[in-house]
């Protein structure tokens, strides 16, 4: 039989290590961030001299090793000089963790993923439930009708619904009918405050990976950015991606993405801290004629890769302070495809690089810009170009409390054909209500100002007939006796008057009163949110009468402060809590809105919530 010889150095090393280990070390055990108790470690050699036997040797001080399985000098093996270590305890496994600096010299540990520990088999066939249950109903389950449960199911995070399977034999039918139908997974901390587990988020993503075609992934609903690892190898069917939050520096994510980029057709990657030169790689060369639409505002990524991207009709810069003149004005004459372009908040686009970007982008449909390059010199330039542009629909120009860029909004051709107008975070003047009266063709209109509306705006905006949608959230001197003006309008279908002052569950009566005179119409959506109109309004009679042609909405206007006036950590708290306050009421307006739900079900879920 072979016998195995230690080498010196191992055995000097061996002594050390068992000197060193603490006598009754198991006071405790590492997990893996999912929770699952680490048996099971990875091994990386780094020294090519050393033996398997010699790994054993020394691994076999901490405990009991049940299972070892490395690959040593193998050229055509994919684990070259790497492996997997399973110890018979867990708290084996942490002493040799724990001591990993000792021998760093020959070989790496880390702690394996949570699927490959041992006892992650169990933990799976526990979340995954494959088979039925057969237990007695409940009276209010055996009532309820399958579409009304489908419904609230699409109000609950993905995992919420797979453990419902495990609840009775209906819900397993139905959760498992939910997940063939999913086409659009969002795992963002929207709907809550849990975190999802890595482990959670594969299986859901074995689930419905196949189906979604519309996906996206926040950094906040998760403890680290490993998810994105399961991306390109269970979403091959996505054609609209957007990772919000991460560090995309890694090569390796890159490199896999490219199987996913040849079928996109959107791409987000706004507010991302830092993306790879690898991301420009991907388009090199490529044939991704599919993608149209890319965003990366807010992130750190390089200019460069325009020049690859030649193909896009819909581009967001905004933001981004490595991008410049020299990146753009070669790509808008190089891409004559591009249809919206968002340069907003780019500090080092200037005047003069701007007037030949738009002289390059005659074709534009849409244009963002603001009051970084908007100065007199910038206007003189951007003023001529903006006139000659016959196809822009959509202009948004912010901050009109400077001269320069009030000048820029009243001198725009009064036969423009523009539809989408945003004028936000800025003063209203008297060229401003000018230029405004001026678009005969004006579908929407956002104005989130801090000043007074004057009751001219309001005379303009109530002639015209194109008029669907109005945002005028954040107007602290907006008297409800204008707004109630606007709903004469009987193109109007939208109007947000969140964050304003004065507003009461009169004037929603007062409003019901003006769309009863102004029958027949179209419905009317009314974001109220952070006023003083609460839920009781819509259980009185008045509002019973005008509920088909009015939707109240809670929902809060994104945004309504500058970008350097608000307070990211107060605003964020206070919308998540609003929108989960919003979700319960809009789980009782679906229930009631089904034909065969029972009315004594909708308002016992009333006195409990």
């Known amino acids: 039989m072979f016998r195995f010889h230690p080498n010196y150095k191992f055995i000097q090393l061996h002594k050390k290590l068992t000197d060193a280990i ?12 999912d929770g699952m108790n680490i048996r099971k470690i990875f091994i990386k050699i780094l020294d090519p001299t050393i033996k398997i036997e010699e790994v054993r040797y020394l691994m076999a001080i901490y405990g009991e090793i049940v299972d070892m399985r490395i690959n040593i000098g193998h050229e055509r093996v994919r684990m070259k000089n790497r492996g997997y270590v399973t110890y018979k305890r867990c708290c084996d ?9 000792n021998f760093q010299e020959y070989f790496h540990i880390n702690a394996a993923d949570t699927w490959l520990q041992p006892d992650y088999i169990g933990y799976t066939l526990m979340l995954n439930v494959n088979e039925k249950i057969d237990n007695n109903e409940s009276e209010i389950l055996s009532i309820l009708d399958d579409d009304c449960l489908l419904h609230v199911m699409s109000f609950l995070e993905p995992n919420d619904v797979f453990m419902l399977k495990k609840v009775c034999s ?6 498992d009918y939910y997940f063939r139908t999913i086409k659009t997974l969002s795992l963002t ?53 957007k990772l919000v939050g991460f560090r995309l520096d890694s090569k390796e994510f890159w490199c896999q993405m490219k199987k996913i980029l040849l079928s996109l057709e959107t791409l987000d990657l706004s507010d991302n801290s830092l993306i790879h030169e690898s991301f420009m790689n991907c388009f090199k060369k490529s044939k991704i004629i599919n993608l149209k639409s890319l965003n990366v505002s807010n992130s750190n990524v390089i200019g ?9 009709n819909k581009l967001d810069i905004s933001g981004c302070r490595n991008i410049n003149g ?23 686009i200037y005047g003069r690089a701007l007037n030949e970007m738009l002289i390059n982008a005659q074709q534009l449909t849409s244009i963002t810009l603001n009051n970084y390059y908007v100065d007199e010199d910038t206007s003189r330039f951007v003023i001529p170009n903006i006139n000659s542009m016959i196809n822009l629909k959509e202009l948004s120009i912010h901050n009109l409390n400077y001269p320069p860029c009030d000048q820029l909004l009243r001198t725009i051709n009064l036969n423009n054909s523009i539809e989408i107008l945003d004028i936000s975070y800025g003063n209203l003047t008297l060229t401003t209500i000018y230029a405004i009266s001026t678009m005969k063709k004006l579908r929407k209109l956002i104005m989130n100002f801090k000043t007074a ?19 005028i959230a954040g107007c602290s001197h907006l008297s409800a006796e204008n707004v109630l003006r606007l709903f004469n309008i009987r193109s109007l279908k939208f109007i947000d008057i969140s964050c304003c002052y004065g507003f009461t569950n009169d004037f929603i009566f007062q409003a019901a009163t003006l769309i009863i005179e102004n029958l027949p119409r179209e419905r009317l959506i009314i974001h109220v949110g952070l006023t003083e109109i609460d839920h009781i ?25 500058h970008d350097y006036d608000i307070d990211d950590e107060n605003n964020k708290t206070e919308n998540q809590q609003e929108f989960m306050l919003y979700n319960l009421d809009d789980i009782i307006n679906v229930l009631s809105n089904i034909d065969d739900c029972d009315p004594k079900i909708v308002a016992e879920i009333k006195r409990n919530l």
Request: charged share 25%.
């Open 22 to 33: 603490e006598k009754g070390s198991n006071l405790y055990c590492l997990k893996t961030e």
């Open 93 to 101: 496994a942490t002493k040799a963790l724990l001591s990993r600096k």
């Open 170 to 175: 209906k819900f397993h039918d139905l959760a």
């Open 189 to 241: 901390t929207v709907t809550g405050f849990k975190r999802m587990t890595l482990l959670e988020a594969k299986l859901i993503c074995e689930k419905v990976g196949k189906n979604v075609t519309r996906l996206t992934i926040d950094s906040e609903k998760f403890n680290n950015q490993r998810i994105l690892s399961l991306i390109p190898k269970y979403f091959l069917n996505v054609k609209h991606l």
């Open 304 to 312: 460069d890769f325009l020049e690859n991207v030649l193909f896009l």
């Open 326 to 348: 020299r990146h753009l004005i070669p790509y808008t004459k190089g891409n004559k495809n591009l249809l919206s372009l968002n340069i907003g908040r780019c500090p080092n």
């Open 453 to 471: 509306v004057s009751d001219d705006l309001i005379d303009y905006l109530v002639n015209m007939e194109h008029l669907e949608e109005i945002h």
């Open 537 to 561: 309004v819509i259980q009185h009679a008045v509002y019973e009468n005008v509920k088909k042609y009015i939707y109240l909405s809670w929902k809060t206007a994104k945004n309504t402060e």
